[in-house]
């Protein structure tokens, strides 16, 4: 069976008391509540990982990176290694956010190369793309997405891509209060499904989690995750509130 996901990326977000805070607050609820086969993940920013890893520690909350560099370690100012990531206890991280290829020029082929990185440690990726607007109503959302997944990730083996979780965000769709109908979403989710089962076969495809993103809220995820290949969800906005974050993940 695939892994049902909810990941909160907190994107640049919270200073460390307000992180803290934030962390200690998810896993309360979780602890409170009766969530069993979700797995929760939160991705808070660099200098609030270690204690978002130690607030986590005995429950059952994961804690991701939002990025990362490829190489080890070097003349590589204001970057952050997968080796040091590791040191504090972190083994997921979030590459190819549509904000990281927008704003800070992460090309298909840099993406790839951070995937190898990580998956070289052992890391889990969140794998993030999407189409922009103008992609979407020119008809060429899928065309866009199949090239993005294929240019960062169908280099891998496919023992190594099942370590790959991956998250569908249409970029008009972030932070913009418009989400993708649950029709649109499971529209999208099974295209991408098909094209990993051509690469890799049926096994892989269905153990890999899909995960929706984009104004993804307690009002909507539970009509979003009903679809069938829609494994759950990467929230930004909504992520930042633990009563908002625990009702998405309650919503399967
Ligand atoms: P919003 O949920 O704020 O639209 O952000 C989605 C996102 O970008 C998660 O990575």
Redesign the pocket.
Known sequence: MRKQIVAG?W?MNNDLAESKKLAKQVVKKIKKGKIKDTKVIIAPTFVSLASAVKATKKSKVKVAAQNMHFEESGAFTGEVSAKMLKSVGVKTV?LG???RRAYFGETDAILAKKVDAALAHKMTVIF?FGEVLADRKSGKQEAVVEQQIKNALFHLEGTAFKNIIL?Y?PVW????GETASPEQAQEMHAFIRTTIKEKYGDEVANSISILY????KPSNAKEIFSKPDVDGG??????LNANDFYAIINSF
Do not use: R
């Open positions: 990326n994107k979030i956010h549509s904000e993030c998250a965000e769709a972030i932070g913009t993103g984009g104004s993804c990467l929230i930004g906005g909504a992520a």
